[in-house]
């Protein structure tokens, strides 16, 4: 069983920047695919990240409303998943979860809001 727990959001005004941070409580070398979603209350969950690994190559993904704003990023060494988040907008206004896939097994970390005000 692995545990994840999302850090960083919090109060943000536009324009300005978070990173976010998906702490693994084991190592996170055996998920060939994580991601960042976020979810705002009465809509559904969408993908906002991702990034996979096909042998030994890393690849990324974005949601088109944070291309070229938001970068996804992973550290095995500590066992840790990352979002960096620029020229935040109010439209960003979520709570952010991290996900892992193992196989059939889908890990989701409790969120973590982010708020972003005019």
């Known amino acids: 069983q692995v545990h994840l727990v999302e850090s960083g959001g919090g109060l943000m005004q536009a324009g300005g920047s978070l990173r976010l941070s998906c702490a693994a409580s084991g190592s996170i070398s055996i998920f060939n695919n994580m991601g960042w979603y976020r979810q705002i209350p009465g809509k559904q969950r969408e993908l906002v990240a991702r990034i996979w690994r096909t042998g030994s190559t890393y690849y990324a993904d974005y949601a088109d409303s944070v291309k070229g704003r938001f970068a996804i990023s992973r550290d095995s060494a500590k066992n840790t998943m990352y979002l960096q988040m620029n020229s935040l907008n109010v439209e960003d206004t979520a709570v952010y979860y991290c996900?892992?896939?193992?196989?059939?097994?889908?890990?989701w970390g409790p969120g973590t809001q982010v708020t972003v005000s005019p």
């Open positions: 996900n892992a896939d193992l196989g059939s097994f889908s890990y």
